[in-house]
C-alpha cells in the first residue's frame, strides 16, 4: 500500500488533501493508497479572520470549523502532535507514541508565534494591556480591552520577520484608526507603527504606498525599531539601540518560529525550523519523497494562505509524478495575493512572487481589474470581504477558478515604481532586504 503522509491541515495541508484525495480516489477506494493526515488542534482556524475578531465584525465562532468537516471522508485524520521525523526510517513519530511509516511525506505545519522569544512579553500586563492578534485567544482579549479603551497611547509592533502576512499589520493599523473615529475617540488615541524594517512593509514599491496610507491616517510610522524586551509594569516597549516607546496599549506581532519537530528532525529545517525546501519544485531539500509548503517552509515569498494554495497544486501533481516514477513538475513561482483592508470600505491589493514585488497595475483582467494592485478601491473591500467564503468553499477543497492563473503574470501590472525616472526597472523584488531573512 503506498502511503501518504500529511503533517499539519491548516490551509496547506488540507488544500493538498483534497486535491491528493480527487487525484487517487480510485486508488484510496481500492486500499492501494491511504493518505493520513495528522494535526494536533481539533479545530481548523482560519487566520485571516482574525483581525475582524479584534475589531468586533466577526464573532470568534465564525473562524473555526471541526477539522474532521475541512477534510476529505476518504483521508485518515489523526489527532497528534507530530514531534519528529526519521528520514533515514521514512517515518513519522507521535507524541502519543505512534511510528507513522510514509512512502510520500508532506510537511505543512505553518509557522507559530512564539512569545518567550521576547522578553518580557510573557509577563506582567500579558492579555491586559500587552495583546498579540495573530492567535484567537490573542484576539479575543483584545477585542474586550478594545471596548473599554478610551484614551492613549496604542502601539503596533512587529518584533522580528519572517512573519505571517506581512500585510495584515498595516490592515490591523488602519482598521484601529476606523475603529476608533466610528466611536468618536479617535483625537484621544496616538496610534504608532513600529516596525524593525525602514517602511511598514517588507518592499520597496508596496513599502512607500502602504507608509503613505499610514501617514494619511494620522498613524506615527517609527521604523528601524528592533524590539528587545517589553516591561509590562513600566508599560515601555524597549528597542536593541535603547529607545523606548510607552505604551497605554500595545499590539504585538511575536517573532515566528516553524514547528518545534523541524528543528530536531535531522537535515529537515533551518535554525528557526523552517523546512529547507527546493523553490521550483517544493520537494525537501534532498529528498526525492519529502514535499513542503506553506508557512512551514524557508522559501523567500510571503507566508499567506493564497501562496499556499497554489503550492498545493504544484506538490499534488508533484506527488502523482513521483509515483508514477516521472520527473518533477519545477512550476512553483512564489506566486502570492492578499488584500489590506484600509479602512471598513477601501483596500489595497497585493500580487507578487518570488521575483517581482507587488506592483500597481490591475488583477486579473489587464486594464479593467476589477482589483487595483496597489491602490485603494471599493472592489479591493468587496473582494477582502468574500474572501472567508472563498478560503473554506475553495481554497481548503483545492479548487481551481477557471481563467485564474496559479503562476503569476505581469500582465496587468506596471514595471515600474511609481515617481521613479522613466525606465527605472523595479520588477525584481527589493535585494537590500534578503528576501529569506524577511518573508
Ligand atoms: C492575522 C493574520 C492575517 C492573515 N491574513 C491573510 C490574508 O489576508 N491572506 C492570506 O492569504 N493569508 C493571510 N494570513 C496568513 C495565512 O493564514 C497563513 O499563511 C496560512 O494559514 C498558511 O497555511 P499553512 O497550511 O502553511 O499553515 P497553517 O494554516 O498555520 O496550518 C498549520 C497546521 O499545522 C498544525 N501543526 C503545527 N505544528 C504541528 C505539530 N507539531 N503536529 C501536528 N500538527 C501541527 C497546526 O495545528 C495547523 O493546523 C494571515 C495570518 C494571520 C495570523
Redesign the pocket.
Known amino acids: 500500500m503506498a502511503e501518504i503522509v500529511i503533517?499539519?491541515?491548516?490551509?496547506?495541508?488540507t488544500s493538498v488533501a483534497h486535491r491528493l484525495a480527487r487525484r487517487f480516489a480510485r486508488e484510496v477506494a481500492s486500499g492501494a493508497t491511504r493518505i493520513t493526515v495528522?494535526?494536533?488542534?481539533p479545530h481548523?482556524l482560519m487566520?485571516?479572520g482574525?483581525?475582524d475578531v479584534v475589531f468586533g465584525s466577526r464573532p470568534p465562532r465564525s473562524v473555526q470549523r471541526p477539522r474532521l468537516a475541512t477534510l476529505p471522508a476518504s483521508v485518515t485524520v489523526r489527532t497528534?502532535?507530530?514531534?519528529r521525523v526519521e528520514r533515514r526510517e521514512s517515518a513519522v513519530y507521535l507524541e502519543d507514541g505512534t511510528r507513522l511509516g510514509y512512502e510520500i511525506l508532506i510537511i505543512?505545519?505553518?509557522?507559530?508565534i512564539a512569545p518567550l522569544e521576547l522578553p518580557g512579553l510573557v509577563g506582567p500586563g500579558w492579555h491586559t494591556s500587552v495583546f498579540d492578534?495573530?492567535t484567537l485567544r490573542g484576539a479575543v482579549a483584545l477585542n474586550r480591552a478594545l471596548a473599554g479603551f478610551s484614551g492613549g497611547r496604542f502601539l503596533i509592533d512587529i518584533a522580528d520577520f519572517p512573519i505571517?502576512?506581512p500585510?495584515?499589520p498595516v490592515s490591523f493599523a488602519c482598521l484601529a484608526d476606523a475603529y476608533f473615529r466610528a466611536r468618536g475617540i479617535r483625537e484621544q488615541v496616538e496610534l504608532c507603527f513600529l516596525t524593525p524594517l525602514p517602511s511598514a512593509y517588507p518592499r520597496t514599491v508596496a513599502g512607500a504606498t502602504l507608509d503613505q496610507v499610514l501617514a494619511e491616517r494620522g498613524i506615527t510610522l517609527i521604523p528601524d525599531f528592533g524590539a528587545a524586551r517589553v516591561d509590562g509594569v513600566g508599560k515601555t516597549l524597549i528597542s536593541w539601540t535603547g529607545r523606548e516607546e510607552r505604551f497605554d496599549l500595545l499590539a504585538i506581532v511575536p517573532p515566528h518560529l516553524g514547528?518545534?519537530?523541524v528543528r530536531c528532525s535531522e537535515g529537515l529545517g533551518d535554525p528557526l525550523g523552517f523546512v529547507l525546501t527546493e523553490p521550483r519544485t517544493l520537494r525537501a531539500r534532498g529528498a526525492a519523497n519529502i514535499f513542503a509548503?506553506?508557512?512551514?517552509t524557508n522559501l523567500p515569498t510571503a507566508?499567506?494562505?493564497?501562496?499556499?494554495r497554489y503550492a498545493a497544486r504544484v506538490v499534488a501533481e508533484n506527488i502523482a509524478r513521483v509515483l508514477a516514477g516521472d520527473p518533477h513538475l519545477a512550476e512553483y513561482d512564489g506566486h502570492?495575493?492578499?488584500?489590506v483592508a484600509t479602512g471598513p470600505d477601501r483596500a489595497i491589493a497585493l500580487d507578487y512572487n518570488y521575483d517581482v514585488e507587488p506592483l500597481p497595475g490591475e488583477y486579473p483582467l489587464p486594464g479593467i481589474g476589477p482589483l487595483q494592485l496597489l491602490h485603494e478601491s471599493r472592489w479591493n473591500a468587496i473582494a477582502r470581504q468574500t474572501?472567508p467564503w472563498f478560503y473554506w468553499h475553495v481554497l481548503l477543497p483545492g479548487l481551481d477558478i477557471p481563467g485564474m492563473s496559479a503562476r503569476f503574470s505581469m500582465a496587468g501590472k506596471s514595471g515600474e515604481i511609481p515617481n521613479a525616472p522613466p525606465g527605472t526597472p523595479v520588477a525584481l523584488a527589493d535585494a537590500s532586504h534578503p528576501m529569506e531573512t524577511i518573508l
Open positions: 503533517l499539519g491541515a491548516g490551509a496547506g495541508g495528522v494535526d494536533d488542534a481548523h487566520q485571516q482574525l483581525l497528534a502532535r507530530v514531534i505543512a505545519t505553518g509557522a507559530r492578534f495573530y505571517r502576512n500585510a495584515a514547528a518545534e519537530f509548503l506553506g508557512d512551514a507566508k499567506t494562505a493564497t501562496a499556499a502570492g495575493r492578499c488584500t474572501e
